[in-house]
């Protein structure tokens, strides 16, 4: 039986090629599933509740480490490239044929591989908080993940307060709630990255930054793409390049909102999700 919330969901392991990855699964067991790809610096408890039982409400919904990452075997890719085709590695190990994908920020940039890779796979299409290949500021993120991440520990705030929100009042205090949600699965959470993983994907990240742009006009599924109006991590210019390049996309840009936009406004966005997932 699948769990129904994110709190509840036990932590699942799956041999992929001979490393164990680990994994949850949330919601219904029929239909096409969504497989949640995360962030930088993310492990399976850094997904906003809201948006997992939201989502999972209509859908199964799979959310994973990937390759190095939290309790996940194996050593983290420096590629987008390897870091896909682990991701695939992992949705085939769990005999999938088709599914939906919601990136956000570096999984955004990983689900943009996938599709490339692996058309066939993939029916529908949520990025949140990304950008293209080449895209505008991408090759600055570590710059910014680093000068915040500082600014925040000197502040005693988590580093996500500052890299996901914007620094209005309203900014400030949505950022306290994210954290505090965060917070609430108590039991059986996962591992924390490790400076090594972390590492390889800030590489990876600026690899793609200043890579040359890809031919979007390959990717005919239905993609949503999402952000907040003022995204310092992946400029929300890159939002709307990726909706004008991609040939059947529709955006949303949430309004004094940064890069986890999906999460601040994740009423709004959980409502548009499903609409599009249907």
């Keep these: 039986m699948i769990a129904t919330t994110h709190r509840d969901a036990p932590t699942r392991t799956i041999d ?3 490393t164990t990855f680990v994994y949850r699964e949330i919601g219904g067991d029929s239909g096409v599933p969504v497989i949640f790809l995360n962030h930088l610096g993310a492990v399976l408890d850094n ?3 809201r948006v997992v039982d939201g989502i999972a409400a209509s859908h199964r919904v799979i959310t994973f480490d990937n390759r190095g990452v939290g ?3 194996g050593r983290t890719p420096t590629t987008v490239a390897a870091m896909a085709r682990d991701a695939v590695a992992f949705i085939r190990a769990l005999d999938l044929e088709k599914v939906d994908l919601l990136g956000f920020s570096l999984g955004g940039i990983v689900s943009q591989e996938i599709v490339a890779q692996h058309p066939q796979l993939v029916r529908r299409l949520i990025l949140a908080g990304t950008g293209p290949a080449g895209g505008t500021g991408i090759d600055k993120v570590t710059g910014v993940t680093i000068s915040d991440t500082v600014k925040a520990l000197l ?3 988590d580093p996500k307060e500052n890299l996901f929100f914007t620094t209005t009042a309203n900014g400030k205090s ?4 994210f954290v505090a949600r965060l917070k609430e699965r108590t039991t059986d959470r996962d591992k924390s990255i490790s ?3 972390f590492r390889a994907q800030l590489k990876a990240i600026h690899a793609w930054g200043v890579t040359r742009p890809a ?5 005919t599924q239905p993609v949503l793409v999402a952000n907040g109006e003022d995204d310092r991590m992946v400029p929300t210019s890159n939002s709307y390049d990726l909706a004008r390049r991609l040939p059947n996309a529709q955006l949303r840009v949430y309004p004094d909102a940064g890069h986890g936009g999906i999460f601040q406004f994740h009423e709004q966005f959980v409502a548009e999700a499903l609409k599009f997932l249907q």
């Design 16 to 18: 992929v090629g001979g």
């Design 47 to 49: 997904w906003d509740p």
């Design 71 to 73: 309790a996940s075997g």
């Design 155 to 157: 502040t005693g705030i």
């Design 174 to 177: 949505e950022a306290k709630r």
């Design 195 to 197: 400076p090594i993983a």
């Design 215 to 219: 031919d979007l006009s390959q990717i």
